[in-house]
C-alpha cells in the first residue's frame, strides 16, 4: 500500500514538473517554420506539434469531397504555432479519454489536423515512425485523444496521430454504380488518411523520423482501417510495418461490399435530413446536403444510427476497395507487411454492456436476436449452425448461461477468429514476421473508464501502449500503480522493439 500511494504522488508531481518545463521548440518545414514543444518525460527528451494541418479545410464546397492536400507553395504555413491542439472532427461529444476544457474535445468540420510527437528533431538519425490511426468506431475517433509523448520518448520512435472524417461526413457516398466521378466519392474517410499518411512520407524527416520505416496501427475500426492501407495499392509506399489491436478486415459489419446497400443509406440520409422532396436529381440532393448546418447533418446521423446498427462501414467501392477484403486477402492481393495482431480478453465486454438487463442475464430471445442482428449477412442455415454450436443446451432457459454463451459468442466471432485467420494469411509469406497476443491485464486500481464488471475489455491496452502508468496528462482520471507502470514500460518495449526491427 504504501509503495502503490507513493507512486501515485510521484506521478502526480512528474506530470506537474512536465507541464511546467516544456519549452518552445521551432522546426522548418517544406511548409515554413512550425512552433512545438520541448522538454524531458521520465528522464528522456521528447518535442511535440500538434495541429499541424495536412489539408484544405473540409468546409463550404470541399464538404462531403476528397481532401484537397495542402500546396508547399501557398504559403498557408509561414510561422505555425503547434503548441496546442486543434479540434477533432464531428462525433458525439464529450469525446473519451480527452481534457473537456481544451480544444482536444471540441469538435468542427475544420479538422484535418495531425499530431507529431518525437525524441529527436536531428533529420540524420532517422527514427522510426509508429503512425496511429485512431476509431473506436465509424462515428467516433480523434487524434488527440492519446497522448504519445511517453511512447515517443521511450520506444525512441516518432508517433504521429491524426484527425479524418467520421460518420455522414466521412463515410456517406451516392454509390452511382459507375465507380468512377462520384459526386459524394466512397470511403472519404480512407481519402483523409491517406492523403496524412502522403503527409507523413514528405514530412516526418524534419522531425528525425525516417519516412522508409512507418509502421501504422490502430485499434478497432482504426485497426481495420490501417490493414485497408494494405490492400489498396496506392498506400502501399505509406506502410512497412502493421500493428492490428482489436481490430482487422475480416470483422463483422466494417466494411459494406453491396455498392446497392451504399446507395440505400444514402437514399435514407437524404430523406431524414429534407433533402429529398423536390430534388429529384442525385446533383440536387448532393446540393442540398451542402448547404445545410453542420448541426442538421450530425442530428440526420443521430436518428438514423440508433435506428440501424453500424450505419456507416467503409464501402468495396471498385476504387480504393477493389474487392472484399477477404478475397484480396486469400489472393495474396495485398501488401507483405511485418504483423502484430491480437485482441483483449473481453473484448465484447462493451457490446454485451449494451444489451437490456444484462446484469441479470439475457433472455433467449435476446440471444436468438442478437444472431440475427450480428450474422444477418449470413444465410439462414449458417445462423441455425451458429445457434446451435453456441447455445449450452443443459440450460437453454438460463438468463445467465444464455449470457455467457452470448460474450463467448461475440468474442470468438468479432476478435478471436479473425485475428487467427489474419495471422494465418500473413504468416504464409516467410520475407515477414508475424506476432499474435491475448492482452489479458486488468490494472491493480479501480478504473474509472473501465468498470471492474468488464475485465479486460476493449481499448483497455491503449492507455498501456501510449505509456500513462508511466508518465499520463494531468486531466487522464487513473490512478497507477508501480505494477502497472512495469506492465506499460513491458508493452512499449514490445512495440517499440517491432516498430524498430519488425
Known sequence: MKLTSFFILFSIVINSLITQSFSSV?????????????????????????????AIPPLGKYRFQAPQPIPQS??????????????SCIQPTPIPWTNPTTAQANIHEDCLYLNVFTPSLNKTDKLPVFVWIDGTSSTEGSGSRWMATTLASQANVVVVTFNYRLGVFGFLTTAELKSHGRQIPANIALLDQQVALRWVQDNIDHFGGNPRAVTVGGDGLGATAAQLHTLIPSSYNYIHNLILQSGNVRMVHTIESNIHKARSIFRLFVAEVGCLGQNHTVTQQVNCLQRLSTRKLFQGQKVLTQQYWRFFKYVVDGVLIRDHPRILLDQGNFKKVNLIVGYNLNDSAKLIQQLPHQNQGIHRDIFLLLIDTLFDEFNHAIRRAIIHEYTNWQ??????FNLRQADKLITDSLYAAPTEYIANIYSRDSSTSTFVYLYSYRGSNPDPYYPSQLGVSNTMEIPYVFGYPVAKPNYYATAYTMTDRQV???????????????
Open 26 to 54: 521551432i522546426v522548418t518545414t517544406n511548409y515554413g517554420d512550425v512552433i512545438g514543444r520541448s522538454g524531458i518525460i521520465n528522464g528522456k527528451q521528447v518535442s511535440f506539434f500538434l495541429g499541424l494541418p495536412y
Open 74 to 87: 501557398s504559403g498557408r504555413i509561414r510561422r505555425y504555432d503547434a503548441r496546442l491542439y486543434k479540434p
Open 395 to 400: 440450460n437453454v432457459s438460463s438468463p445467465i
Open 488 to 502: 506499460s514500460l513491458e508493452v512499449m518495449s514490445l512495440w517499440g522493439n517491432f516498430i524498430h526491427h519488425g
